[in-house]
Antibody, heavy 126, light 107 residues
Framework: QVQLVESGGGVVQPGGSLRLSCAASGFTFSNHGMHWVRQAPGKGLEWVAFIGHDGSNKYYADSVKGRFTISRDNSKNTLFLQMISLRAEDTAVYYC???????????????????WGQGTLVTVSS | DIQMTQSPSSLSASVGDRVTITCRASQSISSYLNWYQQKAGKAPKLLIYATSSLQSGVPSRFSGSGSGTDFTLTITSLQPEDSATYYCQQSYSISPITFGHGTRLEI
């Protein structure tokens, strides 16, 4: 079955950096786009970033553009989120999520998040 | 950005009831609308994609409808385990993907 396991969260000071990882298993990782979504304490879901199956396409929320970088290593079935210049408002649980559509599929919608990890908490505080 | 507006923000219902949650997009998104369920302390779970397609393993008491800008999630024969927050999400535009603010359902 599909498994997504995030790691790398923790407490960091404002202006600091952190790198999140998401280890994927149970599906052909290199066939699917991947997302990061975050949820601030007590708040709703906020999409953060997307990367295409081969890493060639990347999209970001305006709130993180220029500070966060999404990447992937298909040889290791791992997704990453490099975060720099962290702010208090970046405090959240960060989820990685799999895009439902495989690049092999001839039809179907992209950007449907069909499996999610358990999340990793990032706290930005002095 | 495409804004997603959900209503109500919260509701209370009883076991066996039927409830409807509404999601409105700020522009037409065709059928590019998905619904997620999030239970307290857990990750979100995909319920319905492309407006009305039931994700594998999701009970048939969940259904979705709509098109363009107005969409609904309907849950019939409510069960205690349906207590959760429900989010809609548009997948029409990647820049950016947007979620509704959520509807908290108390059983």
């Amino acid at each position: 079955q599909v498994q997504l396991v995030e790691s790398g969260g923790g407490v960091v000071q404002p202006g600091g950096s952190l790198r999140l990882s998401c280890a994927a298993s149970g599906f052909t990782f290199s066939n699917h786009g991947m997302h990061w979504v975050r949820q601030a304490p007590g708040k709703g879901l906020e999409w953060v970033a997307f990367i295409g199956h081969d890493g060639s396409n990347k999209y970001y929320a305006d709130s993180v553009k220029g500070r966060f970088t999404i990447s992937r290593d298909n040889s290791k079935n791992t997704l990453f989120l490099q975060m720099i210049s962290l702010r208090a408002e970046d405090t959240a649980v960060y989820y990685c999520a799999k895009d439902r559509r495989s690049y092999h599929d001839s039809s179907g919608h992209y950007y449907v998040l069909d499996h999610w990890g358990q999340g990793t908490l990032v706290t930005v505080s002095s | 950005d495409i804004q997603m507006t959900q209503s109500p923000s919260s509701l209370s219902a009883s076991v066996g009831d039927r409830v409807t949650i509404t999601c409105r997009a700020s522009q037409s998104i065709s059928s590019y609308l998905n619904w997620y369920q999030q239970k307290a302390g857990k990750a979100p779970k995909l319920l319905i994609y492309a407006t009305s397609s039931l994700q594998s393993g999701v009970p048939s008491r969940f259904s979705g409808s709509g098109s363009g800008t107005d969409f609904t999630l309907t849950i019939t024969s409510l069960q205690p385990e349906d207590s959760a927050t429900y989010y809609c999400q548009q997948s029409y535009s990647i820049s950016p993907i947007t979620f509704g603010h959520g509807t908290r359902l108390e059983i």
